[in-house]
T-cell receptor
Framework: GAVVSQHPSWVICKSGTSVKIECRSL??????MFWYRQFPKQSLMLMAT?????????EQGVEKDKFLINHASLTLSTLTVTSAHPEDSSFYIC????????????FGPGTRLTVL | GQNIDQPTEMTATEGAIVQINCTYQ??????LFWYQQHAGEAPTFLSY??LDGLEEKGRFSSFLSRSKGYSYLLLKELQMKDSASYLC??????????WGAGTKLIIKP
């Protein structure tokens, strides 16, 4: 089955620092990856859609200069939270579309970010 | 606008059956997904319906009525491990998932 990994699983950082989260599709190629954020007891909120080799498409209200997305290959997308603040503390989840399974998204295990 | 509605919370008894309903209004429709999410974990895929009718997969079944903009997830022979949030998501005309807020299912012994 399609497997998506995320690294790190959890991270604690100081306010003002930057954090990079990696999302990898392990056994399939993903032209499109999605980045979600989920606050406690709330549903998934799509932050941006990442397409391999092009700029990411950000949802309304998501600062593209703060949440940098790079999708350099068909198996890797990265999200960098720049100058993180406590309000950025959340559960960040990526998902990827398998080229062969057009409609289904496969989710990574998520990254728990805590900004002190 | 785009909208997905599902109950916030439901409670059921171990061994029983529970039905979680979802109504959707999206710009275009390319299918309806159900995901299960345990606390602190990412969602896992349960089902995908694009045609009307019932799809059965073990203890879980999912139903879709496109004309009514309605789906349900049916869980049989409930087990304690089924306690989780169940997310309904509609795939719109741009093949983007529109998510419901999730239904927290509490299973009691």
């Amino acid at each position: 089955g399609a497997v998506v990994s995320q690294h790190p699983s959890w991270v604690i950082c100081k306010s003002g620092t930057s954090v990079k989260i990696e999302c990898r599709s392990l056994d399939f190629q993903a032209t499109t990856m999605f980045w979600y954020r989920q606050f406690p007891k709330q549903s998934l909120m799509l932050m941006a859609t990442s397409n391999e080799g092009s700029k990411a498409t950000y949802e309304q209200g998501v600062e593209k200069d703060k949440f940098l997305i790079n999708h350099a290959s068909l198996t890797l997308s990265t999200l960098t939270v720049t100058s993180a603040h406590p309000e950025d503390s959340s559960f960040y989840i990526c998902s990827a579309k398998d080229l062969a399974e057009y409609n289904e998204q496969f989710f990574g295990p998520g990254t728990r970010l805590t900004v002190l | 606008g785009q909208n997905i509605d599902q109950p916030t919370e439901m409670t059921a008894t171990e061994g029983a059956i529970v039905q979680i309903n979802c109504t959707y209004q999206t710009s275009g429709f390319n299918g309806l997904f159900w995901y299960q999410q345990h606390a602190g974990e990412a969602p896992t895929f349960l089902s995908y319906n694009v045609l009307d009718g019932l799809e059965e997969k073990g203890r879980f079944s999912s139903f879709l009525s496109r004309s009514k903009g309605y789906s349900y997830l049916l869980l049989k022979e409930l087990q304690m491990k089924d306690s989780a949030s169940y997310l309904c998501a509609s795939l719109d005309s741009n093949y983007q998932l529109i998510w419901g807020a999730g239904t927290k299912l509490i299973i009691k012994p």
